[in-house]
Each structure stands twice: as C-alpha cells, then as structure tokens.
C-alpha cells in the first residue's frame, strides 16, 4: 500500500518553465519532508514541513503544507537544468522516527 | 567528516549465496535505517535502529536481518539471496527523535542472478 502517492511520476520541461510537484495521501502526517536525489547518490533533505498551511521557500523552490497536513506540494519556478533529479516527499508520524516516502517524481529539465 | 559511508558500492550475487552491506557513519547519530529503492520508484524502509543494541522491522524486513553493536556500524545482512532483493539499498542516519534531517549513504547496487 502506498500511503504518499506522488504525481506526476515524470515531468520533462524547458528550462525556465515553471513546475508542480504533488504529493497526497489519506492518512494525517506530524510533518512531511522533500528530498531530492541524483544519479547515483542518496536523497538529500530539501526542505522540513510541520504546520498545517505552512508555506517555505527556498530560493526558486516553494513548498506548501496542505491545511489538514495531508498532502503537500512542490512548485519550481522558472527551472533550471541543475534541478534536474528525482523528487521524493516524506511522512512522519508522531515522534518522527521513521519515514514513509512517496514513490517519486522523476524532473527534466531541458537547456 | 566522512558522513555515511557504504561498502560495496556494486555486487552480483548469485540465487542462494549471502553476503553483508556494510554501513558505518561518523556523526555519533543514535538512529541508523536501511532502505531499499527499485528503478524509478521511491525507497522503502527495511530495518532501523534507534541506538546501540536495539533494532526493529520496517515496511519490507523479511529476507533481511540487521545488527547494530556499536553507534557507528549498522550492516544488513542477506542470508539466500532470491532475484527480488535486486535493487539499489541506501542506509540512512540521524541524530536522534524527532524532525531531523536523515543523511543518506551513497548507496550499494546489487544484482541477484
């Protein structure tokens, strides 16, 4: 059972083109992480959630927490080729021991 | 710091054989995880470990079993390797309970034939 259900699976772009990743589930999460993870490397974290309607940005990147801390978005703006890469939401539960993530959504983008 | 480290990087194991994954990092972090990742699909969790002498099952434990006897080494070990136990398996680290950050290793790609 996939509890983080992420759309699109890929998503190719021209460079600066804007982009929106979604990441949705039935289930309620204490917090929720965005990873991003090249070729032949581990994810690294990107960005930490908690509050439901949070909002974060991080340079071209914004990141939203839905209200009911359900689901959660990830919109690029104006993409570059260096933010080429397989994007990965996460859920924590509780104490945030463990995570569940999301089955990724593969970015190109073109030069 | 080195972060964390994972050897090998690359395996070819036949149906049946066994072999360890080997994990160490150099944070002092408490918590420690294994997890494996199919092509193009998102990573799930195999083992974890909260500290020295303590482990517990993740979402996909069996075929896998874990030991952790000291904070920095946390090795997966498969005992009859069966072809679906191919796929790309990153260890993980953090410093304790709560929201941080989980390090990832490089990765160790294995292939069951």
């Known amino acids: 059972t996939q509890l983080l259900e992420q759309s699109p699976q890929f998503l190719s772009i021209q460079e600066g083109e804007n982009l929106t990743v979604y990441c949705n589930s039935s289930?309620?999460?204490?917090?929720l992480q965005w990873y991003r993870q090249e070729p032949g490397e581990g994810p690294v974290l990107l960005v930490t959630?908690?509050?439901?309607?949070e909002v974060k940005k991080l340079k071209r990147l914004t990141f939203q927490f839905g209200d009911a801390r359900k689901d959660s978005s990830l919109h690029i703006t104006a993409a570059q080729p260096g933010d080429t890469g397989l994007y990965l939401c996460?859920?924590?539960?509780?104490?945030?021991?463990?995570?569940?993530f999301g089955g990724g959504t593969r970015v190109l983008v073109k030069p | 710091n080195a972060g964390v480290t994972q050897t090998p990087k690359f395996r070819i194991l036949k149906i049946g054989q066994s072999m360890t994954l080997q994990c160490t990092q150099d944070?002092?972090?408490?918590?420690m995880y294994w997890y494996r990742q199919d092509p193009g699909m998102g990573l799930k969790l195999i083992y974890y470990?909260?500290?020295?002498?303590?482990?517990d099952k993740g979402e996909v434990p069996n075929g896998y079993n874990v030991s952790r006897s000291t904070t920095e080494d946390f090795p997966l070990r498969l005992e009859l390797a069966a072809p679906s136990q191919t796929s790309v398996y990153f260890c993980?680290?953090?410093?304790?309970?709560?929201?941080?950050?989980?390090?990832f290793g490089p990765g160790t790609r294995l292939t069951v034939l």
């Open positions: 996460a859920g924590a539960r509780a104490a945030g021991n463990k995570l569940t």
């Open positions: 470990s909260v500290g020295a002498g303590i482990t």
């Open positions: 944070m002092n972090h408490n918590y």
């Open positions: 993980a680290s953090k410093p304790g309970q709560g929201l941080n950050e989980q390090f």
């Open positions: 959630v908690v509050t439901g309607g």
């Open positions: 289930s309620v999460f204490s917090s």
